[in-house]
């Protein structure tokens, strides 16, 4: 361990790290304040949010995870789904335009969005009442619409299949780290960096039968003693699990002190918030 210029000290391993590493900070949770008017939090991941440091973690480069960025999307199918579909949208609209222009929504305008939805089922080529027909039909003889419309006409209701957004995900990546400790106390520095990442990883405590939020955690990629241009950027995050083997060379052997030879540490994180177009700006 080092003294850091912040205050807290910095768990390091190797001793004579290079230019290259990785931080991880860890941060006390803080929940949001109470809001005020109309202005908006700061979420936790924001950066101009994060309480001071508690821990820094310095650890050689990793085998850097693959940052994947998923969407998640539904499918909507069938003239009947896709007939109400289109209302809706009709529907949203015209909510969403009186809304914003703050004169509420009268009864006639609720005729009106009754009749929108009317309109498209009706006018939807008779495709609505033949798949609904079908459908009732199949039940009797113990089929699905499809099928029954297969062995009565050979020919099925096209299913206008249409793929719908339905929001983004949370990232979550891994990093592993093998500890070799060339002294007694460079072993000694590892179990001191260990034991305090597993301990921000935890709650703690409050009393009254509550518990304290776990600390949330920054990683950054330092090269050449910078923060990283050219490389992943990562928000904020929760430490989701922790796992530590420490005989991770297959057999058992210690050090002088009685610390293990080789050790290992993995960590799985996982952000705090979803990723925006926006966010690509700073190569998150």
Known sequence: MTDSPDGPLIHQYPKDIGPDY???????????????????????????????????????VPDLPNMI??????????????????????????IDSSITAGKGLDQGQVGEIANRLKAQVTDAGGSVIREMAAGLAGKMVGINAIQFQTLATGSVTNPNIELL?????????????TFAPKSSEEAQGCYDLIKALKQDQL????????????????????????????YQKYMTCALESIGV???AQGSHMTL??????????????????????EDMENNI
């Open 22 to 60: 990785v931080m991880i900070t860890s941060h006390k949770f803080r929940s949001r304040p109470t809001r005020v008017g109309n202005a908006r939090d700061n979420l936790i991941g924001d950066p101009g949010a994060l309480p001071p440091v508690v821990n820094h973690f310095k650890l050689p």
């Open 69 to 94: 960025s998923s969407q998640k999307f539904g499918t909507i199918e069938g003239a009947l789904n896709n007939a109400l579909a289109t209302a809706g949208g009709e529907a949203y609209s015209a």
């Open 165 to 177: 957004y339905a929001g983004p995900t949370l990232r979550t990546f891994a990093m592993n780290w």
């Open 203 to 230: 709650p703690s405590s409050s009393g009254g039968g509550m518990l304290e939020v776990p600390h949330v955690f920054k990683v950054k990629l330092y090269i050449q003693g910078k923060e990283a241009e050219f």
């Open 245 to 247: 083997n420490q005989d």
């Open 256 to 277: 002088p002190n009685g610390a293990p030879v080789v050790s290992s540490l993995s960590c799985v994180f996982k952000e705090l918030k979803i990723i925006t177009r």
